[in-house]
């Protein structure tokens, strides 16, 4: 049987991308954020100058660039990601995201839409010193979202995977240096959503035509892909999951800075992984205000739980507060705007209140 890279756009430029992707990770310390609070990345609505001016009005430690997806395609997670793609492009078709050979509307509109986030940003950031959030999707999550042209995901291809992985890698090159040019105060992270990974090693992904399942990626191979994505980046790189299973273990041998999830998909068996993490030095970004809109007015309350389980782990009080960021539970996409600014001004209260009452 053919490799499915045969049916990439274009021959993938393997060996130049490798060589582009060797950078330097002298920039990848995490910034010291005790106290901070962020967003996960989505916002609701299609205006982007509002959207940035509530990010960076309720964020003041770590704002993020948002994403808008009620725009449409191009503007979602996978659309935005295909639109990183170096020498790959990706159309929507009835099925959802497939590779193309040229550049088509939709990586157009994925430039355009992302070009106005990045305006609406450095409107509101002007004079900005601190630190800055990006969001881009992960290679895995991007493979097990995207067909090839013979219909099947790229994820069913070794070889396509690491590919994405490498074009992607590049992209993200390009966007980091061009948001550093921008807001040049910035001391930018970058983090990589990659809802799908427990999938992806569970082998539960379903293929294109629904009727089955692709086989597990091997946990060796996916910790290689996403070391190679993120030992190449000048920047710390989060990854953010908000399933449940998040393979923290893989993750930080992969050298991720730190590990976004929702705190209430999180058990008991997690407890050994999350306790040797901190102790390690990751930092953990605890989704703990709900992303759709409810009735909360308690901050504290909010984080009572990541106190319970710091006890229960037996860690110091003093690494709550720099350890700990604190964000939704997911992408407020689906909320209301009045919402999505009181979800975020909620999680900056609460992780203040993590460090003024750690105990």
Known sequence: MPSALAQFPAPLPVARLRRLSRVSTDGQTFPELTGAATGVGSMPGTDAREAAKTAVGALERLPHLPELPARGPGADMI????????????????????????????????????????DALEEFTQGYRGALKL????????????????????LKDPGACRGIAESLTEGLRRHLAE?????????????????????????????????????????????????????????????????????????RRAGVAGVSLDFSLLTERDDDDL?????????FLAGVVPSTDQGLSDPAGSVQG???????????????????????TCGLAGASPAYARKALSLSAQAAQSLVDNPE
């Open 179 to 251: 948001v550093r040019g921008r807001i040049p105060g910035a001391q930018l992270v970058l983090q990589l959503d990659e809802p799908s990974l427990p999938a992806v090693l569970a082998g539960s992904v379903k293929t294109a035509s629904g009727f089955s399942r692709l086989r597990p990626v091997d946990r060796q191979v996916a910790e290689e892909v996403l070391r190679s994505v993120v030992t190449a980046l000048d920047a710390p790189v989060l990854v953010h999951c908000c399933a449940a299973g998040v393979p923290i273990p893989l993750l």
């Open 79 to 118: 659309g935005r990601g295909a639109g990183l793609l170096v020498e790959l492009f990706a159309q929507t078709e009835p099925s959802g995201w497939r590779f193309a050979d040229r550049p088509g509307r939709d990586t157009k509109r994925a430039h355009s839409w992302l070009g106005e986030d990045l």
């Open 275 to 283: 306790g040797e993490a901190v102790e390690a030095g990751t930092r």
């Open 306 to 328: 990541v106190r319970t389980l710091w006890r229960r782990l037996g860690l110091s009080p003093e690494l709550l507060g720099s350890r700990v960021l604190v964000t939704p």
């Open 135 to 154: 969001q881009a999707v992960g290679p895995w999550t991007l493979a097990a979202a995207i067909e090839l042209r013979g219909g099947e995901k790229a």
